[in-house]
């Protein structure tokens, strides 16, 4: 059986029109995903390979996805403040991988952008015993599907950024509109 594009499906997974951009921010120890435990994180592969998989899913749901990866949080929280605060980005999603349980600083950034974040996480955190700084502020929370849990995120951000009546959301950019 070949694959089939998110296109193909006869039913739609969007109910908007406009063009979203995301930004798909990857914390620290990703750029080691290729290395890490294959029965939490599935085949081995780099972070660009994911991300570049994540931006294929992206667009074949309307979305332009920019991606940041950093070991670092304050490169992070850069990044977020030169690229989220303005007009460039609609949503968010972030896996804060090292950053899970003590990244206050960069969650104060997110949330100080207005802007719907979903969190991801490869592994279903919840069974790990290990609370995240991040899930209560984020719009919601995507996790213990793999890679799968990107793709998730995408079609959840995506339906509360078409969703007007949804909380946490800034008006469309002029230009998508």
Same mark, same amino acid.
């Not at 079609?155 to 007007?164: H, K, T, Y």
């Given at each position: 059986?070949?694959p089939?594009?998110?296109?193909?499906?006869?039913?739609?997974?969007r109910?908007g029109?406009?063009?979203?951009r995301?930004?798909?921010?990857?914390?620290?120890?990703?750029?080691?995903?290729?290395?890490?435990?294959?029965?939490?994180?599935?085949?081995?592969?780099? #972070?660009?390979?994911?991300?570049?998989? &994540? /931006?294929?899913? *992206?667009? =074949?749901l309307?979305?332009d996805? !920019?991606?940041?990866?950093?070991?670092h949080?304050?490169?992070?929280?850069?990044?977020?403040?030169?690229?989220?605060?303005?007009?460039?980005?609609?949503?968010?999603?972030?896996?804060?991988?090292?950053?899970?349980?003590?990244?206050?600083?960069?969650?104060?950034?997110?949330?100080?952008t207005?802007l719907?974040? #979903?969190?991801?996480?490869?592994?279903? &955190? /919840?069974?790990? *015993?290990? =609370?995240?700084?991040?899930?209560? !502020?984020?719009t919601?929370?995507?996790?213990?599907?793999?890679?799968?849990?990107?793709?998730?995120?995408l079609?959840?951000?995506?339906?509360?950024?078409?969703?007007?009546t949804?909380?946490?959301?800034?008006?469309?950019?002029?230009?998508?509109?």
């Open positions: 059986m070949s089939i594009s998110v296109s193909e499906l006869s039913f739609p997974l109910v029109i406009c063009r979203w995301i930004a798909l921010i990857n914390g620290p120890n990703m750029s080691n995903l290729a290395n890490r435990d294959p029965a939490r994180f599935g085949p081995p592969q780099t #972070i660009g390979q994911l991300e570049n998989w &994540i /931006a294929k899913i *992206g667009a =074949q309307g979305l996805v !920019t991606s940041m990866h950093s070991n949080d304050g490169e992070i929280i850069d990044w977020v403040q030169e690229h989220c605060y303005g007009t460039q980005i609609d949503g968010i999603v972030i896996n804060p991988a090292g950053l899970t349980t003590y990244g206050d600083h960069v969650r104060h950034c997110l949330e100080e207005q719907p974040c #979903i969190e991801v996480h490869f592994a279903n &955190i /919840a069974v790990t *015993g290990h =609370q995240s700084v991040f899930t209560r !502020t984020a919601g929370i995507c996790h213990g599907f793999r890679k799968h849990s990107f793709s998730a995120a079609v959840a951000i995506a339906g509360v950024l078409d969703d007007e949804f909380p946490k959301r800034r008006p469309p950019h002029p230009a998508l509109s």
